[in-house]
């Protein structure tokens, strides 16, 4: 009874861990554009058990005029949606616009969306417009709303690049580029391993304003210039008001200016710590000219703050503090990857072995998006010989770990028809009968028709180029050069393939 009650239990832990299997909602390019998206997502209603995920394969989408209103910003409305890319260098959503400001410029715009999820994608803001005091183009704003997760996420844009203004954020991996204040506003953000690269020389990367409990929390980023001159010139942040950012393990590649903070903004901060900061070579950054006393240029705050940290101060801004709130939100159990599938071909199909926690498998035809499937196996119809598949296996938040191991397509198992241990059809041979005959040293394939259907057959090199075709009559190999091919034969909906060997 005890060995029951605990195989039970095992079965129900089992299941309960097992994500549901489910396709992507929607792919731009595919089954529409952006738009399109937007409002299938809309319509869809998604709620925290009923996910919808967008997949943009790789190339560059300039939204300006897709989504975008009349200064090109987009607004991006309903919560629970996934939005997932195939890669962050070659998946690209941009935009273009004809004005500055914090408020109007985003590439993305999140209203007051919760539970997001993005991965491998790069959000780009184009917009060189300007004014004499400010050139504030915005590559994705939050403007509240809470849980939003960010997984190899490249923002890329000049002054505020990354607009916050409350609610949770966690975000893994990825990069964010700018001049000045490109990652501002308020809320409680987590940052594990994102990289920061200051394009200009002399300016600021946060600008915290009215942070919640916590504030911008960085924690093995690493700090880069885009250009060497630009090094020991820019600040770790000013305070727009209030400010709370906190440096934790940063690997330093480029260097602040000595002071590290700037000495005002609006108002003084009210938390300004860095802990054990390195440079490119792993080396402790001398930080003993670090400010300690600030004051509001605005509002005629001053604050003098311990600055340089040790252990004890770090320690309590771990993630689960910063982030868990009353709920114990844990998003990066949420970014965990599903290992990649071990593939093989099998007769004209790709299969590998089934994985519980993969939510759907995405097929890469020579490294472009083919489709996506709940099974473990895809159909080789219509894909041509050599060609490299690999497979992809999506979270439960849709997002793709590393690709398989790469097979080329050969449709069937190769082998001599005649040592009859080709990869033989049943039904199928019905309709394409191998007679076997050898005139000349010429393999002979005839192919009868019945009266219920026209056949179509087609032969392919091992290159993928179709080189003979016929349909509704007998067909041979004479002719056709010795080697192995590939023989498609169509009757009706149903197709079988075969490899033969022409001697």
Same mark, same amino acid.
């Given at each position: 009874?005890?060995k029951?009650?605990f /195989?039970l %239990?095992v079965?129900l832990?089992?299941?309960a861990?097992a994500v549901?299997?489910?396709?992507?909602?929607?792919?731009?390019g595919?089954?529409g554009d952006?738009?399109a998206?937007?409002?299938?997502a809309?319509?869809?209603?998604?709620?925290?058990?009923?996910r919808?995920?967008?997949?943009? #394969?790789?190339?560059?989408y300039?939204?300006?005029k897709v989504?975008g209103d009349?200064?090109?910003?987009?607004?991006f409305s $309903?919560?629970?949606?996934?939005?997932?890319g195939q890669?962050i260098?070659?998946?690209?959503?941009?935009n273009?616009?004809d004005?500055e400001g914090?408020?109007?410029?985003?590439?993305?715009?999140?209203?007051k969306n919760?539970?997001?999820?993005?991965q491998?994608? +790069?959000?780009q803001?184009k917009s060189?417009y300007?004014?004499e005091?400010?050139?504030? !183009?915005v590559?994705l704003?939050?403007?509240?709303?809470?849980?939003?997760?960010?997984?190899?996420?490249?923002l890329l844009?000049?002054?505020d690049?990354?607009y916050t203004k409350?609610?949770?954020a966690?975000?893994?991996g990825?990069?964010?580029?700018g001049?000045?204040d490109?990652? /501002?506003g308020?809320g409680?953000v987590f940052?594990?391993?994102?990289?920061?690269?200051?394009t200009?020389?002399?300016g600021y990367?946060?600008a915290s !304003?009215?942070p919640?409990?916590?504030?911008?929390?960085f924690n093995n980023?690493? =700090?880069?210039?885009?250009?060497g001159?630009y090094?020991?010139?820019?600040? %770790?942040?000013?305070?727009?008001?209030?400010?709370?950012?906190v440096f934790?393990? +940063?690997?330093?590649?480029? !260097?602040?200016?000595?002071d590290?903070?700037?000495?005002n903004?609006?108002?003084?901060?009210?938390?300004?710590g860095?802990?054990?900061s390195?440079?490119g070579?792993g080396n402790?950054?001398n930080?003993?000219?670090?400010r300690?006393?600030?004051d509001?240029?605005?509002?005629?705050?001053t604050a003098?703050l311990k600055?340089v940290?040790?252990a004890?101060d770090a320690?309590?801004?771990?993630l689960?503090?910063?982030?868990?709130g009353?709920?114990?939100?844990? #998003?990066?159990?949420?970014t965990?990857?599903v290992?990649? $599938?071990?593939i093989?071909?099998k007769g004209?199909?790709?299969v590998?072995?089934?994985n519980?926690?993969?939510r759907?498998?995405?097929v890469?035809?020579?490294? !472009?998006?083919?489709?996506n499937v709940v099974?473990?196996?895809?159909s080789l119809e219509g894909v041509?010989v050599?060609s490299?598949v690999?497979?992809r296996a999506a979270n439960?938040?849709g997002g %793709?770990g590393?690709y398989?191991n790469?097979v080329?397509s +050969?449709? @069937?198992? =190769?082998?001599?028809?005649?040592?009859?241990?080709?990869n033989?059809?049943?039904?199928?041979?019905? @309709?394409a009968k191998?007679d076997g005959?050898?005139?000349?040293g010429?393999?002979l394939?005839?192919?009868r028709?019945?009266?219920?259907?026209a056949?179509r057959v087609?032969?392919f090199?091992?290159?993928?180029? %179709?080189?003979?075709e016929? =349909?509704g009559?007998?067909v041979s190999?004479?002719?056709l050069?010795s080697g192995?091919?590939?023989l498609?034969?169509?009757k009706?909906?149903?197709?079988?393939?075969?490899i033969?060997?022409?001697?």
């Amino acid at each position: 009874m005890k060995k029951f009650v605990f /195989c039970l %239990l095992v079965a129900l832990v089992a299941s309960a861990s097992a994500v549901e299997k489910k396709k992507i909602d929607f792919v731009v390019g595919v089954d529409g554009d952006f738009k399109a998206a937007i409002a299938a997502a809309s319509n869809s209603k998604p709620s925290a058990s009923n996910r919808f995920v967008i997949f943009f #394969p790789d190339g560059e989408y300039d939204i300006t005029k897709v989504t975008g209103d009349e200064h090109g910003k987009t607004v991006f409305s $309903p919560s629970h949606v996934s939005i997932v890319g195939q890669s962050i260098d070659k998946t690209i959503i941009s935009n273009t616009t004809d004005t500055e400001g914090i408020g109007t410029t985003a590439t993305l715009y999140f209203p007051k969306n919760s539970d997001m999820y993005m991965q491998d994608i +790069t959000l780009q803001n184009k917009s060189t417009y300007s004014t004499e005091n400010a050139a504030r !183009q915005v590559a994705l704003q939050q403007n509240s709303g809470d849980k939003f997760i960010y997984k190899n996420v490249r923002l890329l844009s000049g002054q505020d690049t990354y607009y916050t203004k409350s609610g949770r954020a966690y975000w893994e991996g990825g990069e964010i580029d700018g001049t000045v204040d490109f990652i /501002c506003g308020g809320g409680d953000v987590f940052f594990e391993g994102t990289r920061l690269v200051m394009t200009r020389n002399g300016g600021y990367i946060t600008a915290s !304003q009215n942070p919640d409990n916590w504030g911008y929390v960085f924690n093995n980023t690493t =700090i880069d210039v885009s250009n060497g001159s630009y090094n020991g010139t820019f600040y %770790l942040g000013r305070s727009w008001g209030n400010a709370k950012v906190v440096f934790l393990n +940063t690997k330093m590649v480029a !260097q602040p200016h000595p002071d590290g903070w700037y000495k005002n903004m609006n108002s003084a901060p009210v938390i300004y710590g860095e802990y054990n900061s390195r440079d490119g070579n792993g080396n402790l950054v001398n930080t003993s000219s670090r400010r300690t006393y600030f004051d509001g240029s605005k509002d005629g705050s001053t604050a003098t703050l311990k600055t340089v940290w040790d252990a004890n101060d770090a320690a309590k801004y771990t993630l689960a503090n910063v982030l868990g709130g009353s709920d114990s939100w844990a #998003p990066n159990e949420l970014t965990v990857q599903v290992e990649a $599938p071990r593939i093989e071909q099998k007769g004209a199909e790709i299969v590998w072995a089934d994985n519980e926690k993969a939510r759907y498998w995405a097929v890469f035809v020579n490294d !472009q998006y083919q489709t996506n499937v709940v099974s473990p196996s895809f159909s080789l119809e219509g894909v041509a010989v050599g060609s490299k598949v690999t497979v992809r296996a999506a979270n439960s938040m849709g997002g %793709l770990g590393d690709y398989s191991n790469e097979v080329v397509s +050969t449709d @069937a198992v =190769i082998a001599d028809e005649d040592s009859g241990s080709a990869n033989d059809s049943t039904e199928e041979d019905a @309709a394409a009968k191998n007679d076997g005959k050898e005139t000349a040293g010429i393999h002979l394939v005839e192919i009868r028709p019945d009266n219920s259907a026209a056949i179509r057959v087609r032969f392919f090199d091992t290159a993928g180029k %179709l080189v003979r075709e016929t =349909i509704g009559r007998p067909v041979s190999t004479n002719g056709l050069s010795s080697g192995i091919y590939v023989l498609q034969v169509r009757k009706g909906p149903a197709t079988f393939r075969k490899i033969v060997r022409v001697k």
